[in-house]
């Protein structure tokens, strides 16, 4: 060994080098033929174990499923209503657990599925008796009371017209979130005041409902004295209008929106009008809205009153325009009645019934700030994205309500369908607003 050393220091510097990177290269090759050898014989296998808790676990996977259950609509709301006094009782001991299981079961249509959730969340509970005698005493508490079967209880939401408005504020959900973010209002407002003006509207002429709007199911457009899916007068968006440009106004929204409701052309009274008239893209009619709400709100802020968490406040006075807005310490909320299976509401009240419903809250959710302030001032292209939103469907012609015939008994001159409904083509057109 100790002559092959001194012969390789006596070796030149080439053949040293070359020796050198032979050697690694035989050894990388061992390493490899080592590595193969190793896998083909099967020794980095691992063997895996038997989880010491196998049984249970396929005991929690076993539990009932609605898979294998014949069940009526009753004994599946009985099923629901014991599960959830079972998380009630989870909650005081687990609260975490509790509240992910129940966000979870919001997400099934199995009832069953909640038995499984808590056995397995049970595999790492010691035997608590204080945990299961709760449950025990809240399942019986339930099992004592008969399950109804009830429509909803709020009145005017268990009729036909919720459910086939309710899929068409569905089909505009992108165009409404939209808006929401343009103008900084939260989406589910918007829709509240879509809700009163179009149930108002759905009952003013239920056999117009019955023939094109249940089957159809799509927004009513006005183009006669109110404008749009949510009913706004001329006056009251040429008003929005100033507002966003004027720093001195009460209702200033700031810099940043001051470009929301730019006009592409000079003719400022039939783009406005063609705006809000758009039978197949309402995303005008959506930004008034969120305007219209955002303005009152700092109106009465500044006033030195927070409405901002009052929905009801916030429903009347989108009603009652910007001329019945007095900021006051007692305020009262209503707006305009509206008649829905031989009761009276207020379109105030029947915002406020949706907005705390929980209907459709996977879409429109509640925001912990209903009002957000945008600080980045619109670009052009965000203006011209915005307008290019407008849609070129066939519209009335504007002011074709004060127009009569030439005979004295003639009435006025109705727009070509009475809620502006393009038969043809009732699609909503694609969402392009970024």
């Known amino acids: 060994m100790k002559h092959l050393w001194i012969e390789f220091k006596q070796r030149p510097l080439w053949r040293k080098v070359l020796n050198i990177?032979?050697?690694?290269?035989?050894?990388?090759?061992?390493?490899?033929?080592?590595?193969?050898?190793?896998?083909q014989l099967g020794l980095t296998n691992n063997a895996g174990a038997i989880d010491e808790n196998y049984r249970s676990l396929m005991s929690v996977s076993e539990?009932?499923?609605?898979?294998?259950?014949?069940?009526?609509?009753?004994?599946?709301?009985d099923a629901w209503a014991i599960r959830y006094g079972q998380l009630a009782a989870l909650a005081r001991y687990y609260p975490v657990n509790a509240r992910l299981i129940?966000?979870?079961?919001?997400?099934?249509?199995?009832?069953?599925?909640?038995?499984?959730?808590?056995?397995?969340?049970?595999?790492?509970m010691d035997k608590d008796q204080d945990l299961d005698n709760l449950a025990g005493d809240i399942t019986k508490m339930?099992?004592?009371?008969?399950?109804?079967?009830?429509?909803?209880?709020?009145?005017?939401?268990?009729?036909?017209?919720?459910?086939?408005?309710?899929?068409a504020i569905l089909r505009d959900s992108a165009l409404i979130i939209e808006a929401g973010r343009?103008?900084?209002?939260?989406?589910?407002?918007?829709?509240?005041?879509?809700?009163?003006?179009?149930?108002?509207?759905?009952?003013?002429?239920?056999?117009?409902?019955?023939?094109?709007?249940?089957?159809?199911?799509?927004?009513?457009?006005?183009?006669?004295?109110?404008?749009?899916?949510n009913g706004i007068k001329d006056f009251t968006a040429r008003?929005?209008?100033?507002?966003?440009?004027?720093?001195?106004?009460?209702?200033?929204?700031?810099?940043?929106?001051?470009?929301?409701?730019?006009?592409?052309?000079?003719?400022?009274?039939?783009?406005?009008?063609?705006?809000?008239?758009?039978?197949r893209n309402h995303l005008y009619s959506f930004i008034y809205t969120g305007c219209i709400l955002h303005q009152t709100m700092l109106q009465w802020r500044r006033a030195g009153y927070d409405i901002s968490d009052r929905p009801d406040l916030l429903f009347t006075l989108f009603n009652v325009g910007f001329s019945q807005s007095i900021p006051k310490a007692d305020p009262k909320a209503g707006g305009s009645h509206i008649e829905v299976g031989g009761r009276i509401y207020t379109f105030g009240g029947i915002g406020f019934d949706f907005y705390y419903s929980g209907e459709l809250a996977e879409v429109f959710p509640f925001q912990t700030e209903h009002f957000a302030t945008n600080n980045r001032a619109l670009t052009e292209d965000d203006v011209e994205r915005i307008q290019n939103n407008m849609s070129n469907c066939k519209r009335p012609e504007r002011?074709?309500?004060?127009?009569?015939?030439?005979?004295?008994?003639?009435?006025?001159?109705?727009?070509?369908?009475?809620?502006?409904i393009d038969h043809e083509n009732t699609r909503s057109m694609e969402h392009t607003a970024q």
């Open 142 to 167: 339930l099992n004592s009371v008969p399950q109804q079967q009830r429509g909803n209880v709020i009145p005017w939401m268990d009729g036909p017209e919720w459910p086939a408005l309710k899929e």
């Open 102 to 124: 129940l966000t979870a079961a919001q997400h099934s249509d199995n009832p069953l599925v909640v038995d499984r959730m808590i056995a397995a969340a049970k595999l790492y």
């Open 63 to 77: 539990i009932e499923d609605l898979k294998h259950a014949n069940m009526t609509q009753e004994e599946i709301d």
């Open 21 to 39: 990177v032979e050697l690694l290269f035989a050894l990388a090759g061992f390493g490899i033929i080592g590595a193969w050898a190793i896998f």
């Open 239 to 279: 008003a929005v209008e100033e507002h966003l440009k004027d720093p001195s106004s009460e209702y200033y929204m700031g810099p940043a929106y001051e470009h929301l409701l730019d006009f592409s052309t000079n003719d400022h009274v039939t783009e406005r009008y063609n705006r809000l008239v758009d039978y």
């Open 182 to 229: 343009l103008t900084g209002v939260e989406p589910r407002l918007i829709v509240g005041c879509l809700v009163g003006e179009q149930i108002r509207l759905f009952n003013s002429k239920r056999e117009m409902f019955k023939k094109y709007l249940g089957p159809v199911k799509v927004l009513s457009v006005q183009s006669q004295f109110s404008y749009g899916v």
């Open 399 to 420: 002011g074709s309500e004060y127009k009569k015939d030439s005979s004295a008994t003639a009435p006025a001159t109705e727009a070509p369908d009475p809620f502006g």
